[in-house]
């Protein structure tokens, strides 16, 4: 028997199915074009009433009173000043990488997305996923126009058209050694201020204290966090946590180097022998998937060398609360080095996009200018509801005194953090004491970045890219950390490992880049 | 199907006779026929119509044209896989999980024909009941509790092995940097974790066999070791071959969570540990794309398809009973 | 006593020694894990993190159990939902696969083999995301119950399952029921259903505990909150909550004190909890098939 009868059927099925399934989405796709031809300097129409969707990387909220409340209070809002109501899709927390691929591919029309470096921003709008926006902001967008610094509109462009509106909140997140100050205090060891006394911290914790850790991290997130830092250079792919394989000297822009062939790289290898073998951290760190900062804070380890600052000194005053005595300091890496590049988190780090097929891109425009520039729309996307998922201090601080967090967390409802603005932040009245004072310390330092507005396109070279980091997994890992037995052998063998997975290839490639945007820029 | 000659592909007055079988044949059997109706609508539906989206393992993809209006770009998507010929990444892979496979299925399908025997013919009903519901348990812990169990039983500084041995004196081990023991415990847990799932099958088959043939047996002398041997065993036979053809199609798709729960992204270990899987997704979190990640997949679907057509094909020669299809 | 017998007698003996050692073995195995679960799970998180894991918890703690069961009401309605998802699909899913079992294992269909084949061929392509997504928003089952029973009805595993199980039917019953006159139909729900409980009772507890566990499909088509089952409602608080302690935007929490490793595997114990109940009631189906006779009886 060779004719299978049920061939024909499948095929009429499937056919059928997909002509159907697949031409809802073909549908979906036209209008997409239509919006960026002309900039409307026509009076702006909402006199159609409409629903924005918004596509947001994060859980949904679990209470579902507290949630219902804060969309009456939104749709109230929008209903007044965009004829237009809203809905939110939150996407599950894990697996949001496919996620958020589908909610792009899907044809389901968001108006609004989430969009960030993290979420490979640039991969996706080379890919077309998002509306290009440069003609619409002007006019949809007059107050972002105004109050946006032109270096963040560059910042964010891709191929020169903007693909996401940034939000305008100066934010820093700096890999910082996060420990225990009052063992420190407690046995007379000496205040951190390089790695000499990060490493007779860490001996004096061995020596007095056995039962703990001296400092526990995930993988080679001891050496990611702290080289970079201790350098005078800058990344230029940031391919997974902290890590790179092509940095620069900000002084010296056109030279590319691999991280690898840099003289400090292999300078701080022999140091990280000599602490992995003196148990400053788990011999078995590799597989290991604990978060630092909670081996710190839960008492298993004395410190972290992936803490963050100033993010990570948001607990602390809990902590020292529920375990009196206990004091936490936090030691920025980039003190390591004077020439240490600080620019903060770049404007690509919080957006939020159109979609390429938005029905409405125009009032999703209005929406963010709305929610990035009126004070209303603004304590309500980011704090949430007066009374119940906050208080306001006699001094307009945010305080979070009197509620439970556990059930009354207000931000969760919104992308707030794509849409930061300092100058509408308030402070919170229950942060760390010395947080502002250190912030403002951190801000001095920054400066901007020479590749500002930078967009790898690692396309070209999918392959050997993809290669190199996984050999940087394979070899690189237990190399930085000083899980090797011969450090030598292990150096020369992962840089030929490298050569061989074509990092040549990936340079060259990456390089011709660099030096197109630094034409584009006019640097030398 | 290859070797019969089939009258139907001569001329087009034996296909007619071909189609009028195939009436014939429904008509026959019509009630049969309709009572697979659900069945054949729903795979059509749920398993045959998506399969186009396997198209993407072949384009550029790209948000505008989606899938049918992206540029179609041949085999490029699977470079990643294939890149360096001979010395490709993607070899090693595919031994790795090839042998992990093999090693998962046979002894996992061993043990748990061998614990449906003895949970069949062991006396004492509340006994039986009692291990039978505690060997699902394992079922229901996640591998990611599984991962951090073992983590904390195998770590160097505080791990519950090493405590031990520091009492017995001897000197401690680190297991996260000893490639060689990790095929062990990875096949342990695998196969800790499907035992009670595996067993309830092969208990269900024993069911399936007459008791009489057992009354028969004990008539004639048989004692309990020769009635294993000479009924139950022959009669699991195509339960067994079943259970691993089926499994065989899989040969190619690593257990993930298993895999990268127990080991993360340790690397001195993957010379060992590195199955497929856990190369492709460590390749997308750098390069996530849609295309890549559905090519890897289909290198994973055709490996299986072959592995299970050859093997169906061989069984069927033996026995035509025994074969899948 | 005859010769015969006692050395079946002894046989017998060594059997059940061995047997006794291996089970119990096994069991300890598989039990103490979980034990370390559900310890762990009234330990202390703080503990968990310092320590790891023990039998015995060095400091009792329900937080866990208060932050999974953090909104009472809502579990009591996902709970339903589960049950209804749960009992629906396992239902109707064994009744069209234990048809379709049933009718492939007939020797006289010609083209049994063909269809399971094209059955089986299911297992080895794997579609991705994006087309299943497209498929079943296409079907309009985006935000129904629909879109977690409709899709996971069948597995091709259980159909040839069912197939294999069934062929142990002896062919001379259903030959003869056919002479009395008796459809198909009728020969499978009257003599071969009750003679296949077994598997029927097999499929049907995989089945349920898939349908049970299944978080993934509604965390894609069910955004309704009222429609979500018992375990994507914990999914989503034990995820919230690790999302709380990331949330760089709105980080203000007592992430030191937040329960992350006890509600894991409080978790555990929570949905592992009723169908460890359903188990011990599905085990009475695992007898050995009704003896012939009573059937022709």
Redesign the interface.
């Known amino acids: 028997?060779n004719k299978?009868?049920?061939r024909p059927v499948?095929l009429i099925l499937s056919l059928l199915?997909m002509v159907?399934?697949?031409s809802?989405?073909s549908k979906a796709v036209t209008p997409s074009t239509a919006p960026t031809t002309a900039p409307t300097t026509a009076a702006i129409d909402i006199s159609k009433k409409v629903e924005l969707k918004l596509f947001m990387i994060?859980?949904?909220?679990?209470?579902?009173d507290d949630t219902d409340k804060f969309y009456a209070a939104l749709n109230t809002l929008m209903t007044k000043d965009l004829n237009a109501t809203i809905k939110i899709?939150?996407?599950?927390?894990?697996?949001y990488q496919?996620?958020y691929?589908?909610a792009l591919?899907?044809?389901?029309n968001y108006d609004l997305i989430y969009s960030a470096d993290w979420l490979l921003y640039s991969q996706y709008a080379k890919k077309g996923a998002f509306l290009d926006l440069t003609n619409l902001i002007p006019t949809y967008a007059p107050d972002i126009q105004k109050s946006m610094t032109a270096d963040r509109w560059e910042a964010v462009k891709i191929d020169g058209k903007i693909m996401g509106i940034p939000c305008q909140a100066k934010?820093y997140?700096e890999s910082s050694f996060m420990y225990r100050e009052d063992l420190r205090i407690k046995y007379n060891l000496p205040v951190i201020k390089d790695l000499d006394t990060v490493g007779a911290y860490l001996q004096g914790i061995k020596d007095n204290v056995p039962d703990m850790l001296p400092s526990d991290d995930y993988q080679a997130q001891v050496f990611n966090c702290m080289f970079i830092p201790s350098t005078k250079y800058q990344i230029v792919d940031v391919a997974g946590d902290n890590q790179s394989n092509f940095v620069i000297d900000p002084a010296n822009p056109r030279v590319l180097l691999e991280t690898i062939e840099t003289p400090e790289f292999k300078a701080m290898l022999p140091r990280m022998k000599q602490w992995a073998d003196a148990g400053y951290w788990s011999q078995s760190a590799l597989s290991s998937l604990?978060w630092g900062?909670?081996?710190v804070?839960?008492?298993?380890a004395a410190s972290t060398f992936n803490g963050q600052f100033p993010?990570d000194t948001?607990?602390v005053p809990?902590?020292e609360k529920?375990h009196p005595g206990w004091k936490i300091g936090f030691f920025e890496w980039n003190r390591l080095n004077p020439l240490s590049v600080v620019t903060g988190q770049g404007p690509t780090s919080n957006m939020l996009s159109v979609t390429h097929n938005a029905p409405n891109p125009e009032r999703a425009v209005m929406l963010v200018n709305l929610l990035q520039t009126n004070k209303d729309y603004y304590m309500l996307t980011?704090?949430g509801l007066p009374g119940i998922n906050y208080t306001l201090t006699a001094d307009n601080q945010i305080s979070?005194a009197s509620i439970d967090?556990?059930?009354h967390?207000?931000?969760?409802f919104f992308p707030?953090?794509a849409t930061?603005n300092d100058v509408l932040n308030l402070k919170?009245a229950?942060a760390w004491p010395t947080y502002y004072d250190r912030v403002a310390q951190d801000v001095a330092l920054t400066k901007p970045s020479v590749l500002a507005g930078f967009v790898l396109d690692t396309q070209p070279i999918q392959t050997q890219y993809t290669a190199i980091n996984n050999v940087k997994t394979q070899y690189g890992n237990p190399l930085m950390i000083g899980l090797v037995p011969d450090v030598e052998a292990a150096f020369t063998a992962f840089v030929q490992q490298s050569k061989d997975a074509g990092i040549d290839a990936c340079k060259t490639e990456i390089q011709k880049q660099l030096n197109a945007f630094l034409d584009s820029k006019g640097v030398k | 199907m290859r070797k019969r000659p089939e009258p139907g592909l001569l001329t087009v007055k034996t296909k007619g006779n071909g189609m009028l079988s195939f009436s014939r044949?429904i008509g026959?059997?019509r009630?049969?026929?309709l009572?697979?109706l659900?069945?054949?609508a729903?795979?059509a539906?749920?398993?045959?119509?998506?399969?186009?989206?396997?198209y993407?393992a072949f384009i550029n993809f790209n948000f505008i044209g989606g899938?049918f209006g992206s540029p179609f770009v041949g085999l490029k998507n699977f470079e990643f896989l294939f890149f360096g010929g001979a010395h490709a990444v993607v070899w090693r892979l595919t031994l790795n999980t090839v042998l992990y496979n093999l090693a998962f299925i046979f002894i996992g399908n061993g043990l748990q024909c061998f614990?449906a025997i003895?949970?069949n013919?062991?006396?004492g009903r509340i006994?039986k009941?009692?291990?039978?519901?505690?060997?699902?348990?394992?079922?229901?812990?996640?591998f990611?509790?599984?991962g951090?169990?073992a983590y904390?039983i195998f770590n160097f500084e505080?791990?519950?092995l090493n405590s031990v041995l520091k009492v017995f004196g001897i000197k401690p081990v680190n297991v996260y940097m000893l490639p060689s023991v990790w095929k062990y415990i990875l096949v342990f847990f695998n196969t800790?974790k499907g035992?009670?799932?595996g067993t309830?099958?092969y208990?269900?088959?024993i069911?399936?066999?007459?008791?009489?043939m057992y009354e028969a047996s004990?008539l004639d002398?048989?004692?309990?070791?020769q009635q294993i041997r000479y009924i139950t065993l022959p009669?699991l036979k195509?339960?067994f071959i079943?259970l691993v053809l089926?499994s065989l199609?899989?040969i190619m798709r690593g257990q993930f969570d298993l895999f990268y729960q127990l080991i993360g992204n340790n690397g001195i270990l993957f010379n060992a540990t590195d199955i497929l899987d856990t190369y492709i997704y460590r390749s997308l979190v750098i390069n996530f794309n849609?295309s890549t990640?559905?090519a890897a997949?289909?290198y994973?679907?055709l490996f299986?398809?072959a592995a299970?057509m050859i093997v169906n094909a061989i069984i069927r020669k033996i026995n035509k009973?025994n074969a899948?299809? | 006593m005859s010769k015969?017998k006692d050395?079946?007698f002894s046989?017998?003996s060594v059997?059940?020694g061995?047997?006794?050692f291996?089970?119990?073995l096994?069991?300890l195995?598989?039990?103490i894990?979980?034990l370390?679960?559900l310890a762990g799970s009234f330990t202390a998180?703080?503990v968990i993190?310092?320590?790891?894991?023990s039998i015995i918890p060095r400091e009792l703690s329900l937080d866990a159990y208060k932050?999974i069961f953090?909104?009472p009401e809502?579990i009591i309605s996902a709970y339903e939902v589960s049950i209804l998802v749960t009992t629906t699909g396992t239902v109707v899913g064994v009744f069209?696969?234990s048809?379709?079992g049933?009718?492939?294992q007939?020797k006289?269909?010609?083209?049994a083999?063909?269809?399971?084949?094209?059955?089986?061929f299911?297992?080895?392509?794997?579609?991705?995301?994006?087309?299943?997504?497209?498929?079943i928003?296409?079907?309009g089952m985006k935000d129904t119950l629909l879109a977690l029973i409709?899709?996971s009805?069948?597995s091709?595993?259980s159909?040839?399952?069912i197939r294999?199980?069934m062929?142990?039917?002896?062919e001379s019953i259903i030959e003869s029921a056919k002479i009395d006159g008796a459809?198909?139909?009728f020969i499978?729900r009257r003599i071969v259903i009750p003679l296949?409980t077994?598997?029927i009772?097999?499929v049907g507890?995989?089945l349920a505990?898939q349908y049970w566990n299944d978080w993934?499909s509604t965390?894609?088509f069910v955004?309704t909150?009222s429609k979500w089952p018992l375990q994507y409602l914990l999914?989503?608080?034990i995820?919230?909550?690790?999302?709380?302690l990331s949330?760089?935007?709105?980080?203000?929490?007592?992430?030191?004190?937040m329960p992350?490793?006890s509600v894991?595997?409080a978790t555990?114990v929570v949905?592992?909890g009723p169908?460890?109940l359903l188990?011990?009631f599905l085990?009475k189906y695992?007898?050995?098939?009704i003896?012939?006779g009573a059937v022709k009886g």
């Open positions: 028997m299978n009868f049920a499948i199915l159907s399934v697949f809802g989405c994060s859980d949904a909220p679990l209470n579902q899709t939150y996407a599950a927390g894990n697996d496919n996620n691929s589908l591919a899907s044809g389901d934010t997140s604990e900062e909670f081996s804070l839960n008492g298993k993010n948001n607990q809990q902590l529920d980011q704090y979070y967090l556990s059930k967390l207000g931000g969760a707030s953090s930061a919170k229950d | 044949e026959k059997n009630v049969l026929y009572m697979m659900p069945s054949l729903f795979f539906i749920f398993a045959y119509a998506p399969l186009v989206g396997l993407y899938l614990t003895i949970l013919d062991i006396r006994y009941r009692t291990t039978q519901s505690i060997m699902l348990l394992p079922y229901f812990v996640s990611v509790i599984v951090a169990i904390s505080l791990g519950s800790w035992l009670g799932y309830i099958i208990l269900a088959a069911m399936g066999i007459d008791r009489e004990e002398g048989c004692n309990i070791f009669l195509p339960t079943m089926f199609g899989g849609v990640g559905t997949g289909l994973q679907s299986g398809f299970v009973e899948l299809f | 015969v050395k079946i046989a017998r059997f059940d061995f047997g006794y291996y089970l119990t096994i069991g195995l598989c039990l894990p979980f370390l679960v998180n703080q993190i310092q320590y790891g894991y932050a953090l909104f809502k069209f696969m048809m379709a049933y009718a492939l007939r006289e269909l010609k083209y083999n063909k269809i399971s084949f094209f059955i089986y299911t297992t080895l392509f794997n579609c991705g995301l994006i087309p299943w997504y497209l498929l928003v296409g079907l409709v899709p009805l069948e091709a595993f159909i040839l399952l294999n199980f062929r142990s039917v002896p459809g198909d139909f499978f296949s077994p598997v009772a097999t507890l995989f505990l993934y965390s894609l955004p909150s999914y989503k608080t995820s919230a909550q690790f999302v709380a949330a760089a935007a709105a980080s203000y929490f007592r992430k030191g004190t992350t490793e894991k595997l555990a949905t592992t169908i460890i188990y011990p085990q695992f007898v050995r098939g003896t012939i």
